[in-house]
């Protein structure tokens, strides 16, 4: 964490920002009014902003000398007038947080095999993605958006999510067919938004398991009320009347079995299981990466630079 201080202005000193810098455990000072002009719009972002409106999350930034992407807070501190009684700016408090502990936080997130999930600063730039790419180079939704397929079917909703607006909808992939869902929820405290994209062929191959559960419960308890219902028409007497009371119960409940099955064959979304993981976009790729180094972590992978780019099989 880094953090700078402005002290309240005296006349004998025109600029004052120390700036503390944690590296290795230890403390570094730096004076920020011997670099640059803090005050000057364009270069102290994070102290005229702050002045402005008050505590604000800054755009966040990628940090070309730590190699990490930073996010910053500021909130000015004020003295009282013993005149007027009104509060006076007198400083900000500023501090940079890295974000290196948000990759962790995402990998740990269960969407898929393929699926993946991504941060959003206010403008839309990518605070995390699968893509690094994206985070180094500052890149926007509305860029990586242009250069898709049907963009004016994501871009509105993009603004909308921007906006504070939950959104939850389906996307096709125009190469492979295949659906997602993409979901966007706002966080409240900073302002950016969170995304997650699923492959609905992933999620819905999960409820096979479900559906052959469902009907092993469904055929035991078939037989649960045929041996109950013996026992209730006592029919191991051998009586004709209880055995047809036996076989007509018995009928009436396979009937409600057979249409219970009928339903969830009629529901069930027709997917033939593989054995191989379908790899719909570059984003799924790293995040498949990321959770197989993540299993093996002294395995890291070995990228071999082919030369080949494959657009799809």
Request: positive net charge.
């Amino acid at each position: 964490m880094q953090q700078a201080l402005l002290n309240t202005y005296k006349s004998q000193m025109g600029l004052y920002a120390p700036y503390y810098i944690r590296k290795q455990g230890k403390l570094q000072l730096l004076q920020l009014e011997s670099f640059y002009d803090y005050t000057q719009p364009g270069k102290g972002d994070w102290y005229i902003q702050s002045l402005a409106s008050g505590s604000v999350w800054l755009e966040p930034y990628f940090g070309a000398a730590t190699n990490t992407l930073l996010a910053g807070f500021g909130t000015p501190f004020y003295r009282l007038n013993p005149k007027t009684k009104t509060k006076i700016p007198s400083g900000v408090v500023f501090a940079n947080y890295s974000l290196d502990g948000l990759k962790n936080l995402m990998n740990s997130l269960k969407l898929g095999k393929t699926g993946y999930g991504f941060i959003l600063s206010k403008k839309g730039t990518f605070i995390y993605s699968p893509m690094e790419d994206w985070v180094k180079e500052q890149k926007t939704i509305f860029q990586i958006i242009s250069q898709g397929y049907k963009p004016e079917k994501l871009r509105v909703p993009a603004q909308k999510a921007l906006k504070g607006a939950k959104i939850e909808m389906d996307f096709e992939n125009p190469l492979t067919g295949q659906s997602s869902w993409i979901f966007f929820e706002p966080i409240p405290t900073t302002g950016w938004t969170l995304s997650a994209v699923f492959v609905q062929d992933e999620i819905l191959l999960n409820t096979k398991s479900l559906h052959h559960k469902l009907l092993l419960i469904n055929l035991q308890i078939i037989s649960f009320f045929f041996f109950l219902f013996i026992l209730i028409f006592r029919a191991y007497k051998g009586r004709v009347p209880s055995l047809w009371a036996v076989s007509s119960s018995t009928s009436v409940v396979l009937l409600v079995g057979i249409g219970f099955i009928w339903y969830l064959q009629i529901s069930e979304y027709k997917i033939e299981q593989k054995n191989n993981i379908v790899l719909l976009k570059k984003a799924g790729l790293n995040k498949f990466l990321q959770s197989r180094k993540s299993e093996n972590p002294k395995d890291s992978p070995l990228y071999i630079p082919t030369g080949v780019f494959v657009q799809s099989l």
